[in-house]
C-alpha cells in the first residue's frame, strides 16, 4: 500500500473510532437518563430519552455507511479489517443499548402518577455498574487494551446477581398482593434491560480483544 494511501485509510480508521466512541457516549447518557427519569418520576426527561434514541440510530446508519466505504475504496489490511469489523458489531450493541435505554423510559411513562412498588436501590446500582461497564469497554475500544477488556465479567455477574435479587423482592411483593402485579412486572423488566445492557458491554469487550489480538474469546 502506498504511504499517502495508508495515511488516508489511518485518518478515516480514527474518524470511524471517534464516531464510534461518540456513539457510546449518547447511548450511555441514555441509559442514565431513563433510570433518572424513573427514581424521580420525570416524565418530560423520560420522554426526552425517547425522542433522543433517533440520534443514536442515525449515528448508527452514518457508521455502518463508512465502514462500507471503507472496505470498498480503501483496501484496507487484515487489522484494519478487524477494525471495521469490530465497529460494525460495536454499534449494533451500542444501537440496543439506546433501545433498552428508550424502554426503561417507557416504562417511566407507563408509570405516571403511582407510587412506586418498591424503592429503588438495587435498580439504580445495576445502571451505575452496567454504564460503568460499557465506558470501560469503549475505553479499552479507544486505547486497544485487552486487559482492561478481560476485566468486564467479573462485573457483568455483579449485575446479573442483582437482577436476580430485584426479581425475587419484586416477586415477594406481588404474592403480597396481586394488584400490584402489573407494576411489579414493569420494574422486573427494567432489571432485565440492564442486565442487557450489562451484557452488551461484554460484547464489546470480546470484540476489543478480537480486534487487538485477533482472537475470538468469551469473557463471560
Not at 173 to 194: G, N, W
Request: with cysteine; net charge neutral.
Amino acid at each position: 500500500m502506498k504511504l499517502e494511501t495508508r495515511r488516508k485509510l489511518s485518518e478515516e480508521l480514527e474518524d470511524l473510532k471517534s464516531k464510534t466512541i461518540k456513539m457510546s457516549s449518547l447511548a450511555a447518557a441514555a441509559v442514565e437518563r431513563a433510570v433518572r427519569s424513573l427514581a424521580r418520576r420525570n416524565v418530560g426527561l423520560a420522554k426526552r430519552v425517547i425522542k433522543e434514541d433517533d440520534k443514536i440510530d442515525a449515528l448508527e446508519l452514518e457508521i455502518e455507511n463508512k465502514c462500507m466505504h471503507l472496505i470498498a475504496l480503501q483496501q484496507p489490511m487484515a487489522k484494519d479489517l478487524r477494525i471495521i469489523g469490530s465497529c460494525l458489531k460495536i454499534i449494533t450493541d451500542l444501537e440496543r443499548v439506546g433501545d433498552r435505554a428508550a424502554d426503561i423510559a417507557n416504562i417511566t411513562v407507563e408509570l405516571a402518577g403511582r407510587p412506586l412498588v418498591k424503592p429503588l436501590v438495587d435498580i439504580p446500582r445495576m445502571a451505575e455498574l452496567a454504564v460503568g461497564m460499557l465506558r470501560d469497554a469503549m475505553r479499552a475500544f479507544k486505547e486497544e487494551n485487552s486487559l482492561l477488556a478481560w476485566g468486564l465479567g467479573e462485573r457483568d455477574d455483579e449485575v446479573d446477581r442483582l437482577a436476580h435479587q430485584v426479581t425475587r423482592e419484586l416477586f415477594s411483593y406481588l404474592v403480597e398482593d396481586p394488584r400490584k402485579t402489573s407494576d411489579a412486572f414493569r420494574l422486573m423488566l427494567v432489571a432485565s434491560f440492564l442486565e442487557r445492557i450489562a451484557d452488551h458491554a461484554t460484547n464489546i469487550g470480546e470484540r476489543v480483544i478480537y480486534m487487538e489480538r485477533g482472537e475470538r474469546v468469551k469473557i463471560n
